[in-house]
């Protein structure tokens, strides 16, 4: 477990019914778009249970109506672990961006979690959670060092560095600024909200799946900010290269795994010297990779 990611330990919440698996983790994956829960050993999943994410409100409720949603996971998990999105210190939530998703300062998840669950507790960043999953069983296997980017919704990463897991907020990559002019984060000016914004401004009404639908149709202007979100990321990547040296940056997210997308991204290293290129792979465990790797952690 990465250092300073302490269990909260659910004390005085109702016990589980059922003797659990000491190897059987409930994993709880809360995105921008989706709540994700399910039972987890290894890379294997069951009984997973999707909402969508209230735009605001009390991110407890959001829990709780999980919960009563999934009746078959009772005294069947001996721990619980949440991946999501936003900054996790101590246990305790808040978002670094609220377009991403808005919810109260320093909330409580940790605890909450164990208090609902009746079992010890973790939580972390979404990528942070799916950087170690890829790190301990998937494309980062057989490295000391990499990076998991994932670009979707927004961007988010996580560090791992000598075998160890980054936590707080190391990571956070989408965050950074493209030019010191502009207060907003470089994931406003690359992921799914900046496509389907420019999508918009060329007059199409369409998401970011819409902005590839229509690229491989053979319409310019999707593939222009396909094109222009690809250029961008690969000077992140290669900041990251400079910065941290990974052995692997790790792609994810449905924007970063589209077909096609690596290779676009890679197509403007070819004129960097070969020590400075970064390694780019694909991710291997998918929209999976959070929740596996939150129950690694707990």
Known sequence: MPQ????????????????????????IDIGGTKILGALVAGKT???????????????????????DRAPAWRGRYS??????????ESGRWSALNPKTL????????????????????VALND???????????????????????????????GV??????????AGHFGQLRSDIADS??????????????????????????????AARNGDGWADEIIALSARRIATLCGNIQLGLAPEKIIIGGSIGLAPGFIARIASSFANLPPRQRPTLVAAQLGGQAGIVGIAQLA
């Open 79 to 88: 721990r619980v672990g949440a991946a999501v999105t936003g900054v996790v």
């Open 160 to 169: 791992v560095i000598g075998e160890r897991l980054l936590t707080g907020l």
């Open 102 to 121: 808005s919810i109260p300062g320093d909330f409580p998840l940790a605890d909450t979690l164990a208090e609902l669950a009746g079992v010890p507790a």
């Open 45 to 67: 999943i069951a009984d997973a249970v999707e909402i969508p994410t209230p735009a605001t409100g009390d991110p407890r409720a959001w829990v709780a109506d999980l919960f």
């Open 4 to 27: 300073g990611v302490m269990p909260a330990t659910g004390r005085g919440a109702e016990p589980m019914t059922q003797p659990a698996s000491n190897d059987t983790v409930l994993a």
């Open 184 to 213: 907003a984060p470089i994931e406003s000016h690359v992921a799914g909200r900046w496509m389907a914004e420019m999508a918009q401004a060329k007059g199409h009404a369409t998401d970011a799946r819409g902005v590839f639908a």
């Open 127 to 157: 990528a942070q959670a799916a950087a170690w999953g890829e790190f301990r069983l998937g494309a980062g296997q057989g490295t000391k060092s990499c990076v998991f980017l994932t670009i979707s919704t927004g961007i988010g990463g």
